[in-house]
């Protein structure tokens, strides 16, 4: 089975300054692992993915996240924070190639501030 | 392309109830997962349908089911509606049942409150 821990429910940033979202997971077998966004009133938005391969993963509005196995870490990162990022932010984990049962963390809801 | 839609947004029952909820998945798509997201947390699976079986469940009671069709929408249905039921309901489609490394793509979610 499966499972996500996402450290801090809520992160507070100043527009420009690094974005540092932290997860980690428990997984039995092989990972595949998500960051997803969530803006109020809608339903989630892939921001990125991990499957096999390189551990640092780009996304899309300028989010990276790395695989560090040895952690069981996928944390995601953004070097400059927009207005535009406020939003909750999933981090998920499901079995390499078999997504029918997708584990979701908390989340953590990024507050930009100007 | 048409995304994933639901219906409805909002729908507000009575403790004990009966609700459908519905999804059209993305052009394409023959696999649909539900989630129930209450408020504060994240999303949890209920269950996925794949051309037209149920194809995984979550730790979810017989009282929710569902339902794929032919064109690969679905419908969740909830029986004996409790308080804690009320929750923002995902519908996410994608393609193979699962498996391989196909996205997830979700649609707005319906908002049900139960009172």
């Known amino acids: 089975a499966q499972s996500v821990t996402q450290l801090g429910s809520h992160v507070s940033v100043s527009e420009g300054a690094l974005v540092l979202l932290r997860c980690n997971y428990s997984?039995?077998?092989?990972?595949?692992l998500f960051w997803y966004v969530q803006y109020p009133n809608q339903g989630l938005q892939l921001l990125l993915k991990y499957t096999t391969g390189a551990t640092l993963v780009k996304g899309i509005n300028g989010f990276e996240a790395e695989f560090k196995k040895s952690e069981t870490s996928f944390h995601l990162t953004k070097p400059s924070a927009h207005m535009s990022d406020a939003a909750e932010y999933f981090c998920a984990v499901s079995a390499l190639y078999n997504n029918n049962d997708m584990r979701f963390g908390a989340g953590t809801r990024l507050t930009v501030k100007p | 392309e048409t995304g994933v839609t639901q219906s409805p947004t909002h729908l507000i029952k009575t403790r004990g109830q009966q609700v459908t909820l519905r999804c059209s998945s993305q052009?394409?798509?023959?696999?649909v997962s539900w989630y129930q997201q209450a408020l504060g947390q994240g999303p949890q699976f209920i269950f996925q349908y794949y051309r037209e079986e149920e194809n995984g469940r979550g730790n979810f009671p017989p009282r929710f089911s569902g339902l794929q069709f032919p064109n690969y929408s679905s419908e969740l249905n909830v029986n004996a509606l409790e308080l804690d039921d009320s929750a923002l309901y995902l519908c996410?489609?994608?393609?193979?049942?699962?498996?391989?490394?196909?996205?997830?793509?979700f649609g707005p979610g319906t908002r049900l409150t139960v009172t």
């Open positions: 996410a489609s994608s393609l193979g049942g699962g498996r391989g490394s196909y996205e997830q793509y």
């Open positions: 052009s394409g798509h023959n696999t």
């Open positions: 997984s039995s077998v092989p990972p595949y």
